[in-house]
């Protein structure tokens, strides 16, 4: 069970984006404390383990969505793919 919950812990790390609690040269999560601040042009994003092939794709996911979450006009080179596939 316990090397099942290491496997898992790896897989699956805690990530998150980050922000900068005002007056400071901190960055803190921004789910975590709403009064850190994101700056607009820019995202900052913690992934809490190692990359390897267990996680990439995690990584990858939830990279993407929370990009579309503190960049919503922009679009990911995954959705012009789809895009690109729909119009086929």
Same mark, same amino acid.
């Given at each position: 069970?316990?090397? #099942?919950?290491?496997?898992?812990? /790896?897989?699956?790390?805690?990530?998150?984006?980050? #922000?900068?609690?005002? #007056?400071?040269?901190? +960055?803190?999560?921004? /789910?975590?404390?709403? /009064? $850190?601040? &994101?700056?607009? #042009?820019?995202?900052? =994003?913690? =992934?809490?383990?190692?990359?390897? +092939?267990?996680?990439?794709?995690?990584?990858?996911?939830?990279? $993407?969505?929370?990009? $579309?979450?503190?960049?919503?006009?922009?679009?990911?080179?995954?959705?012009? *793919?789809? *895009?690109?596939?729909? &119009?086929?």
């Amino acid at each position: 069970i316990a090397i #099942g919950m290491i496997l898992q812990h /790896q897989a699956t790390p805690h990530c998150c984006a980050l #922000g900068r609690l005002p #007056g400071t040269e901190v +960055f803190r999560d921004v /789910q975590r404390y709403p /009064q $850190a601040v &994101e700056d607009p #042009g820019l995202l900052v =994003f913690r =992934f809490d383990a190692s990359l390897h +092939f267990a996680n990439r794709q995690y990584f990858e996911d939830r990279l $993407a969505a929370e990009f $579309a979450r503190s960049h919503p006009q922009a679009r990911t080179e995954r959705e012009r *793919e789809r *895009e690109r596939e729909r &119009e086929r």
